[in-house]
């Protein structure tokens, strides 16, 4: 009868159990002590060797030779707790019997002595699963046993084991088995099955386990049914419906080139060949935090399981991007491998998942957008802040025949029209532009901070509002010297001029002209509502 490689190779001593030694350590220490607890809490992932670790003890306290560390796995008990028949190792599934009765059973069942060995072992498993009237059964024997009595509660989800337990036993937690551990565990079981595997697959097999050594035997038990005695990688993630590198690597290189179809074309593929979206998103998800581990400690790093390949080409495809971006790429998958969870149309919901990290590319980090607003430059520049523009005159009643304002005077008709207008950014750049009239043309010198504003339709709007025609309009952006100031009369020479109260919709024209309130606006959107003039 064939037996699964899992069963076949489960550990039978400490030493064989990879990546414990922790437990291991303590264990076998208290054996050596004498100090054996009547109670064991192991916790931990599925397949980190909760169950096999409360058999190896079993048999540490029921050997022959025991109690020892080390097992002679010859005698009677050793061989009957191997094989899962001793009479005084009594293992019960948690899942199946967790109601009081079972309970009350077990409770009469420690009050008799074991009928051959020194100890009489309950091993539990999936302890959570019991139920609280149950547990409040079995709490008393659990605090006060007999002295042949060990309990043993193996569990992945200890939070669910009740306080009142858990204080009355000792408490061990079992860790994800490290993928280097797991690769050399499968590398030596490949060689005692005559199997050959190359790196590659072997690092497949590790990932498709997640820190689990028994799905990563299962995995590996698979591909050899599938495959025979050369395993390839292709072909394993082909099995296991896993992605490569270079399949995942084609969304990343979308987002390079910012190409929305491309990642169109990715969600094509996935459907054409009958992948399923769901894995492919989760792969996704962890791609990009392999990414940006790789990004901030470097492909080196033994926090990415991957073979060394694997490390180096994530290293060199994190360069290509910033932290700030792997970090909102890495939340946008999370949040698409959510979404995908309860959609209806996983394509549509996948297409779309990926266009958002295409826009999200194309954001400018925070720091640049507030560089490049007016009012805020970096360096040790001087920020430039605008001066109050002097009051408009209103223009004169518009004639069609008139001749076009003098230079002079161009200015202040078009800075009042385009309030009037409405279009008050456009007016404020007026405002601190230089203007010359040449040969039907205007032509505007205006400082740079004010690029955006200067829209050649806005101002063409105004002329015509002034003179009835169009003028060919030259707007050129460089230094421009300050507007002349307004020079009081000689009547009110020496006397202090104290300006009239603001009214609100003065008040408001000036905040909303302010190039740093104007660029904020541009960059970011948002609606102002109330002015408070801060010295009133």
């Known amino acids: 009868m064939y037996q699964v490689i899992a069963r076949k190779y489960r550990p039978q001593s400490f030493a064989d159990v990879v990546n414990q030694e922790h437990v291991k350590t303590t264990l076998e220490n208290a054996i050596a002590q004498n100090r054996i607890a009547h109670g064991y809490i192991f916790s931990g992932q599925r397949g980190t060797g909760k169950?096999?670790?409360?058999?190896?003890?079993?048999?540490?306290?029921?050997?022959?030779?025991?109690?020892?560390?080390?097992?002679?796995?010859?005698?009677?008990?050793?061989?009957?707790?191997?094989?899962?028949?001793?009479?005084?190792?009594?293992?019960?599934?948690?899942?199946?019997?967790?109601?009081?009765?079972?309970?009350?059973?077990?409770?009469?069942?420690?009050?008799?002595?074991?009928?051959?060995?020194?100890?009489?072992?309950?091993?539990?498993?999936?302890?959570?699963?019991?139920?609280?009237?149950?547990?409040?059964?079995?709490?008393?024997?659990?605090?006060?046993?007999?002295?042949?009595?060990?309990?043993?509660?193996?569990?992945?989800e200890a939070h669910k084991i009740p306080a009142t337990i858990a204080s009355r036993c000792q408490h061990f937690s079992f860790r994800s088995v490290d993928f280097d551990a797991l690769v050399a565990r499968?590398?030596?079981?490949?060689?005692?099955?005559?199997i050959h595997a190359d790196a590659e697959a072997l690092s497949v097999l590790a990932q498709a386990g997640e820190g689990s050594v028994r799905d990563s035997l299962s995995a590996l038990d698979q591909a050899i049914a599938c495959c025979g005695d050369t395993l390839q990688a292709s072909e394993i993630r082909a099995l296991l419906g896993a992605f490569s590198l270079d399949a995942l690597g084609r969304v990343s290189q979308a987002l390079v080139d910012a190409s929305a179809a491309g990642m169109l074309e990715v969600v094509n593929e996935l459907e054409r060949n009958g992948q399923n979206l769901q894995h492919f998103s989760r792969e996704l998800a962890r791609y990009f935090r392999n990414l940006l581990v790789a990004k901030i400690a470097g492909g080196e790093t033994r926090l990415i399981a991957a073979s060394a390949g694997e490390r180096t080409s994530l290293a060199e495809t994190g360069a290509r991007f910033s932290e700030e971006d792997l970090t909102r790429y890495l939340q946008l998958t999370l949040d698409l491998f959510r979404d995908l969870q309860f959609s209806l149309q996983p394509r549509f919901h996948l297409e779309l998942g990926l266009l958002r990290m295409v826009q999200a590319g194309r954001l400018l980090p925070i720091e640049e957008a507030l560089a490049g607003m007016g009012g805020a430059r970096g360096g040790n520049q001087e920020i430039r802040r605008p001066v109050n523009p002097a009051p408009s005159a209103p223009p004169a009643a518009h004639n069609p025949h008139a001749s076009p304002p003098q230079p002079s005077e161009w200015r202040d008709k078009l800075h009042f029209t385009l309030m009037e207008l409405g279009m008050a950014f456009t007016a404020d750049a007026i405002e601190h532009s230089e203007i010359v009239e040449a040969n039907g043309e205007l032509r505007f010198t205006t400082p740079r901070e004010f690029s955006v504003a200067m829209k050649e339709a806005?101002?063409?709007?105004?002329?015509?509002?002034?003179?009835?025609?169009?003028?060919?309009?030259?707007?050129?952006?460089?230094?421009?010297?300050?507007?002349?100031?307004?020079q009081d009369k000689d009547k009110n020479k020496g006397k202090v001029a104290v300006p009239p109260p603001a009214r609100e919709d003065d008040v408001s024209h000036r905040a909303l002209a302010n190039p740093e309130v104007r660029s904020y606006r541009e960059l970011f959107g948002g609606e102002v509502r109330t002015v408070r003039n801060l010295k009133e």
């Open 186 to 194: 499968i590398a030596w079981i490949c060689e005692q099955e005559g």
């Open 51 to 156: 169950t096999t670790v409360a058999r190896i003890l079993a048999r540490c306290l029921n050997c022959a030779n025991g109690p020892t560390s080390q097992p002679c796995g010859v005698c009677a008990s050793c061989t009957e707790i191997a094989a899962a028949g001793s009479v005084d190792v009594i293992e019960i599934d948690a899942a199946s019997n967790r109601g009081i009765n079972e309970m009350r059973e077990l409770r009469e069942n420690v009050r008799y002595q074991p009928a051959r060995d020194r100890y009489k072992v309950f091993i539990i498993d999936e302890a959570h699963q019991i139920t609280s009237e149950a547990f409040n059964a079995l709490l008393k024997t659990i605090e006060e046993p007999p002295a042949w009595a060990v309990f043993m509660l193996c569990t992945t």
């Open 458 to 486: 806005d101002i063409n709007q105004a002329v015509r509002q002034i003179i009835g025609k169009p003028l060919k309009i030259k707007v050129t952006f460089g230094d421009v010297a300050a507007p002349p100031k307004n």
